[in-house]
């Protein structure tokens, strides 16, 4: 079947400008994850939705980055007044739910962010 | 806090030699340790976690509480091996969040 897509694949924009992320999950998985891989860096959490509940954020590394999951599916990042040091690779996951058992974690070809 | 350490960026074996990736971590309380494999031009995907004991594609991994590691072990290294690999840590009622280390590039030649 078909698996967590992402769009876009790669995203150029100036400083200061805002961009949108978009990733579609697994269909029937209800645990979404975003994830953010810096050059020379580890994969950073940043965000997890799991059905109905309250988004766990405590990754988001600024206020300018905010995160929706609309009807439970689709999830849009979005980062405000982009800087340099937001250019990374962002990588959306997700799994059947999440909760205290981890469930194998479906990760999507990513985003690519410049910020020139 | 926790913390996933992958010392080498880049491992470089012959194909058939041992291959052991390293990956030590800290946490307080039980952890789930987790590796991930990247292949070129593909996705991160799971290659295998502690719970299931299992090996896959060659590879094993025993976690070891006192040292706090989880080193990624293989016999015998194939070309196809090559890849990025990551360790990750998931903690008690963390929502299956992952912490992952740097990654370690695993390179087999010939």
Known sequence: GAGVSQSPSNKVTEKGKDVELRCDPISGHTALYWYRQSLGQGLEFLIYFQGNSAPDKSGLPSDRFSAERTGGSVSTLTIQRTQQEDSAVYLCASSIRGGSFSYEQYFGPGTRLTVT | ?110
């Open chain 2, 1 to 110: 806090a926790q913390r996933v350490t992958q010392p080498e960026k880049l491992l470089s074996v012959f194909k058939g030699a041992p291959v052991e990736l390293k990956c030590n971590y800290s946490y307080s309380g039980s952890p789930e340790l987790f590796w991930y494999v990247q292949y070129s031009r593909q996705r991160l995907q799971l290659l295998l976690r502690h719970i299931s004991r299992e090996s896959i594609k060659g590879f094993t991994a025993d976690l070891n509480k006192g040292e706090t590691s989880f080193h990624l072990k293989k016999p015998f290294a194939q070309e196809e091996d090559s890849a990025m690999y990551y360790c990750a840590l998931s903690g008690t009622g963390t929502a299956s969040k992952l912490t992952f280390g740097t990654g370690t590039r695993l390179q087999v030649t010939l």
